[in-house]
């Protein structure tokens, strides 16, 4: 009897606690109230006739982006018929079969990386040079 008492009094103080921790916790109306006040600035301040982003940092920023990108593909392609190849030299007739079905699915997954790397690269120096 006593074992439930206490469970029902370990419980009430868990929800007391719950709801007096609530309010403060909460703060949803503040944040609403300053998102409402920061888009009323953003409406109310007018465009500024200054370019903050230019046509060279944009194509700066997309060559970054590109070498960053081809580095990662050669580097994933790399390691994947690192292990393509130690699982065809080391295992059975079985294993190699498998390791030559997989190497479908490698080249083409290659082929869409790198090509549509290389048609990022047509376009970005097609667009550089009308602009």
């Known amino acids: 009897m006593e074992k439930y008492s206490i469970i029902k009094m370990i419980s009430m103080l868990l929800i007391?606690?719950?709801?007096?921790?609530?309010?403060?916790?909460?703060?949803?109306?503040?944040?609403?109230?300053?998102?409402?006040?920061?888009?009323?600035?953003?409406?109310?301040?007018?465009?500024?006739?200054?370019?903050?982003?230019?046509?060279?940092?944009?194509?700066?920023?997309?060559?970054?982006?590109?070498?960053?990108?081809?580095?990662?593909?050669?580097?994933?392609?790399?390691?994947?018929?690192?292990?393509?190849?130690?699982?065809?030299?080391t295992g059975s007739i079985e294993q190699q079969a498998k390791v030559k079905e997989m190497l479908v699915p490698f080249g083409v997954g290659c082929v869409v990386v790198f090509g549509s790397l290389t048609i990022w690269r047509i376009v970005i120096s097609v667009m550089s040079s009308v602009v």
């Not at 046509?55 to 390691?79: F, H, R, T, W």
């Open 16 to 89: 007391i606690s719950t709801l007096i921790y609530i309010p403060n916790i909460c703060k949803a109306t503040q944040i609403i109230d300053d998102s409402f006040t920061q888009a009323k600035d953003f409406l109310s301040t007018p465009p500024s006739s200054e370019v903050k982003i230019s046509d060279n940092n944009i194509l700066e920023i997309s060559k970054q982006i590109y070498k960053v990108v081809m580095i990662l593909g050669i580097v994933v392609a790399a390691v994947i018929i690192m292990v393509l190849g130690i699982q065809f030299m």
